[in-house]
């Protein structure tokens, strides 16, 4: 299928690796020239090489933390007319709420609400006056099945999936779509770190936290990043341009729901 996106352009933050990574190269593919981001220079430039060699676009990086303002405010000089806009940020840490502080709790918000929102407020105008875009959050599905240990996640996310969805209905008439994409479990660097979390607090290894888990997917098996990526590149798609203010679950089937 055509995308339709050859010749666009996209952001996409937090893309050395995993789920980031896999949106920037399904983009790519569809002919999208790139500014990606992460925090570490080299893992940043060999992506950024082998999506320009892979797919023959333009990948232009920039390197930073993208929950400070001077890097944000780099990656819009550096693509200032973005037709695509994914916004993602590493997870915070899990752990127990009795520990976490003001402080805590603000470095969440910073990364996984305030700096999403913050990227959408210098794109989405002239994403308006072109009367075309497309803003996808990288979130979640544990904003439909929250997970305790989670909670800085759940809480943070869950605030930004209340902002977006309002804007989404505000936008909408000009052509610009937001919606969020929700990952259940897939085999990134994150998920390593989430079953460590997982085994600390129930006195298990990581094996038999990772066979838990697996075992409680109906998929049995954990995603692969690059079905992500396609996902991705579809809802940035011209086919994908009436569907907007939706969460969108890649989760194997482990939300219980039927909706
Ligand atoms: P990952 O494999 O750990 O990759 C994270 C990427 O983001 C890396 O390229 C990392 O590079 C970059 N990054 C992290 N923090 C950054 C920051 N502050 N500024 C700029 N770049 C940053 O993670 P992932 O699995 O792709 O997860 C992506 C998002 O989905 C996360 O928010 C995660 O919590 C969420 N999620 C993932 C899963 C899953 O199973 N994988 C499930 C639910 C939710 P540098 O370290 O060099 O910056």
Redesign the pocket.
Known sequence: MDLGLKGRNAIV?????????ACARSLAEAGVDLVI????EI??QVTAEEIASTFGVMVKTVC????DTDVRAEIMDTCPAPDILVN????PPPGNFRDWTPETWHLALD??MITPIELIRASVDGMIERRFGRIIN?T???IKAPIGMLGL?NGARSGLTGFVAGLARDVAQHGVTVNNLL????E????Q??LLGAAKSQGISVDEARTARLASNPSLR??D?NEFGATCAFIASVHAGYMTGQNILLDGGAFPGTF
């Open positions: 933050c937090a893309a050395s690796e995993g789920l980031g990574r981001n992460a925090r570490r893992e940043l930073g933390d993208v929950t993602n940020a590493g997870g990364a996984n990288i979640s599905g544990a996640s990952p259940g479990p897939f990134t660097a994150r998920l770190g989430t954990f995603g990043p």
